[in-house]
């Protein structure tokens, strides 16, 4: 089995999980995000999302001020479609780092 220094990207098949590495991608705290949310969204409300306590509804003003302040779409978040771009990234240099680890 080969082994790289990325770690193997999250399956991300929820929201917990899609918020969660979207946050940590860009080095942010949850209060951080409520800050660029302009406090539409309180760090105690991510917080909440992310640990699957609570769930946002489907075009609340909450998850829009959340998904903008990380630059994804409140679609991405809630179903994971519409995937962002470094997301995309992250996925491809995990998959070539696998190649070349293996000698291809």
């Given at each position: 089995?080969?082994?790289?220094?990325?770690?193997?990207?999250?399956?991300?098949?929820?929201?917990?999980?899609?918020?969660?590495?979207?946050?940590?991608?860009?080095?942010?705290?949850?209060?951080?995000?409520?800050?660029?949310?302009?406090?539409?969204?309180?760090?105690?409300?991510?917080?909440?999302?992310?640990?699957?306590?609570?769930?946002?509804?489907?075009g609340?003003?909450?998850?829009?001020?959340?998904?903008?302040?990380?630059?994804v779409?409140?679609?991405?978040?809630?179903?994971?479609?519409?995937?962002?771009?470094?997301?995309?990234?992250?996925?491809?240099?995990?998959?070539?780092?696998?190649?070349?680890?293996?000698g291809?």
């Open positions: 089995m080969a082994h790289s220094n990325l770690p193997q990207p999250p399956a991300m098949k929820t929201l917990a999980e899609r918020l969660r590495f979207t946050r940590m991608h860009y080095g942010l705290s949850q209060e951080e995000i409520s800050i660029l949310a302009e406090r539409k969204v309180t760090a105690q409300t991510i917080s909440n999302w992310e640990r699957g306590l609570r769930h946002p509804r489907s609340s003003r909450q998850l829009r001020a959340a998904a903008e302040a990380l630059d779409t409140p679609l991405w978040l809630l179903t994971g479609y519409d995937t962002p771009a470094f997301v995309l990234r992250w996925h491809q240099q995990w998959q070539e780092t696998q190649i070349w680890m293996r291809g």
